[in-house]
């Protein structure tokens, strides 16, 4: 990792008509790089409502979706990385919960695929059954880029400690998790999560969620939030619209990682 | 696991009187048990103060340790499980951080061994080297017990993820944790990792710390607690002596793990 850089978090509200949600991210993502961003993260199926039934309809094929291409462009004119969020990707007929990660050049250097698909149902709260439109991706992700090292996973993912904990040893300094949590998960897991994953492996998590909206089908927690590596939130949103800037610094890991050498204390021997 | 069942958590003070120290957990597991407690949980270290030098000087052998051979006739003389936190323990010349488990008979059924010794340097605020006068245990310990099956790990073996869901693979329901954390890594870390293993693994988490004593060269944080399968916090205790009761309950655990199936929705084929 360099000395230090800054990214923005873009909490974006999501509608039904995709080209006003790609040129809502266009303008989010100008003010991001404006305000300093070298880095821009936008959330989970940022240009499609967050129900099942309208997957297939949204998706994109990565050789000639028109969000892909928007913000390859989008990334090249600010010679800025975006991480963008998610959206329905198909090929070969099965539909997955992607990530497209952009270079300052504009080009694809990464694509995560949401690996744990959200499969939930907890009584007179809510259902929620991923599975039944997509398919799960096979693939851990870090991306080497010239900031740091940095692993990402959609939402869900988060839940699981094994991903994070193999992206630490892959080297990832910096976990982006672009999401959707629930008015049910969101106050009860979503700091929680992002806090731990933090603290046990000492890296930072810019977790960055869609805006709320009571009239929505799915409505999201919002509060997009960063963890340092000590397992403090330093920087997070309310439920609208917003960015919030956050500071990523090289010290800090490493100060911490010396401090308290939870790293070094794995007994890789017995587990 | 049996439907439920109490168990007591008693946050005791240590002094620097050994035999005071087993009498005052003696006093406190009497009156769990008439509480209605079926298994007691004592704090780390509670017959020793917690400090490096002292450790060799209060360390007893497992078969004519007076500690243990105390525990074993008062877990028979109740009939109940006690988890005698930790005490120094003495084998061919190595000392190690050990927590004897005793049955209703007062026979030994476990002992786990600290397997992740506190090394830490924070500067300015807390420095802390165990590994200087202990050895690591090198055993995952998980008990089967007529109430439930129960994980044993000692204070900073809770920061290992892979710990603790090792022990839920191997069954475990409720993970005990005898503990001492401090003034610094106590307001910052203590309930995030006890209610983060918990969620993650979806069982319960009984952390036991000892009192605070504030003339104490290692100030501990007190605040013992518990949290169940959703990863809340659902009994705590201050910072002075204290005992706390809660329910474990069989249906929590059934309802949680079918509503959000965590567990079911490992990828247990990458990683």
């Not at 967050?50 to 297939?56: M, R, S, T, W």
């Not at 090289?250 to 010396?258: F, L, Q, T, V």
Request: proline share 3%; glycine share 6%; with cysteine.
């Amino acid at each position: 990792m360099q000395k230090g850089f800054k990214l923005a978090m873009c909490q974006l509200q999501v509608n039904i008509d995709k080209r006003k949600n790609i040129e809502n991210a266009f303008r989010h993502i100008d003010l991001a790089a404006q305000g300093g961003a070298e880095l821009v993260i936008l959330p989970e199926m940022f240009t499609c409502p967050y129900n099942i039934k309208l997957f297939d309809e949204y998706s994109e094929n990565e050789t000639d979706g028109e969000t892909i291409a928007a913000l390859s462009k989008k990334a090249k004119e600010l010679g800025i990385y975006i991480f963008g969020g998610s959206i329905p990707e198909k090929e070969n007929d099965k539909t997955y919960n992607s990530c497209f990660v952009f270079s300052r050049k504009g080009e694809v250097i990464g694509k995560h695929r949401k690996m744990h698909l959200f499969d939930i149902n907890i009584k007179d709260r809510i259902e929620f059954k991923e599975s039944d439109v997509l398919t799960a991706g096979n693939e851990v992700t870090v991306i080497q880029t010239d900031l740091c090292k940095i692993g990402v996973a959609i939402c869900y993912d988060i839940r699981f400690p094994e991903l994070s904990r193999k992206m630490t040893l892959m080297g990832a300094e910096l976990l982006v998790l672009p999401a959707a949590f629930n008015m049910t998960t969101g106050p009860a897991h979503w700091e929680l999560s992002i806090r731990t994953r933090a603290l046990d492996n000492q890296f930072f998590v810019a977790a960055v969620s869609t805006a709320r909206d009571e009239n929505a089908s799915y409505v999201a927690y919002g509060n997009s939030m960063i963890a340092d590596p000590w397992g403090s939130i330093f920087a997070r949103a309310g439920v609208s619209e917003e960015i919030i800037f956050a500071e990523i610094s090289k010290e800090k890991i490493d100060r911490i990682r010396n401090e308290l050498p939870l790293l070094k204390h794995r007994r890789e021997d017995l587990y």
